[in-house]
């Protein structure tokens, strides 16, 4: 089954002890970003891999890490958790090789809490 | 960055009740994708829109792409209490480098009461 698999799905920690959330995919995707959600504030990009080694700030990338060692893997790293990044988080992609219309497929999210 | 207005943020409607949600901007987009998000999941593709006044339909959700390419709609007809959810229109637009980007809208929540 196509899918993007993220973890952990839930987690609470203190400040400043750093964490990494990690995003799978196995669909041989070449993009994949992460998002965080807040209410109100909608979507919004935090880093984004347009291939293997090869990654770029989104709209929010202050307080956040990101690698692409592999195809399939790009972990969000958070060195030092500060409250304000409670949220939750998404990672997704999608193909680039069959043009650029194609759907983004989204993990089903982690839950982030700092306290 | 291009920016998306979604209208309404909020919609509390009873089952079989027709209802728009709107996705507007001043830039032009590549295309336009919506997505349906439920809670605990991430958001799911339903549509994506290509051409100017491309009009899709997908059962009783009717997407229309506007002739400039800056703005969408999206009409569910007959509404049902599973069309509940968070809707949210994404803008694709050239990026440079050879990169296009998503820009998402901040979501409809839409809630249909039985």
């Known amino acids: 089954e196509a899918q993007v698999t993220q973890n952990p799905r839930y987690l609470i920690t203190v400040t400043g002890k750093k964490l990494t959330v990690t995003c799978s995919q196995n669909?041989?995707?070449?993009?994949m970003s992460w998002y965080r959600q807040d209410p109100g504030l909608g979507l919004r990009q935090i880093y984004y891999?347009?291939?293997?080694?090869?990654?770029d700030k989104g709209d929010v990338p202050e307080g956040y890490k990101v690698s692409r060692k592999e195809k399939r893997n790009f972990p969000l790293i958070l060195e030092s958790p500060s409250p304000n990044q409670t949220s939750l988080y998404f990672c997704?992609?999608?193909?680039?090789?069959?043009?650029?219309?194609?759907?983004?497929?989204f993990g089903d999210g982690t839950r982030l809490s700092i306290l | 960055t291009q920016l998306l207005e979604q209208s309404p943020q909020f919609l509390s409607i009873q089952e079989g009740e027709n209802l728009t949600v709107y996705c507007n901007s001043s830039s032009v987009f590549s295309s336009l994708q919506w997505y349906r998000q439920e809670p605990g999941e991430g958001p799911v593709l339903l549509v994506t829109v290509v051409t100017g006044g491309e009009v899709k339909k997908l059962k009783r959700l009717t997407f229309q792409f506007g002739d400039a390419r800056k703005d969408s709609s999206l009409h569910i007809t007959a509404a049902q209490p599973g069309d509940t959810g968070l809707y949210l229109c994404?803008?694709?637009?050239?990026?440079?480098?050879?990169?296009?980007?998503?820009?998402f809208g901040k979501g409809t929540k839409l809630s249909v009461i039985p």
């Open positions: 994404a803008g694709l637009a050239y990026s440079g480098a050879g990169s296009y980007q998503l820009t």
């Open positions: 669909m041989n995707h070449e993009y």
């Open positions: 891999s347009m291939n293997v080694e090869v990654t």
């Open positions: 997704a992609s999608r193909s680039t090789y069959r043009g650029r219309n194609q759907p983004q497929h």
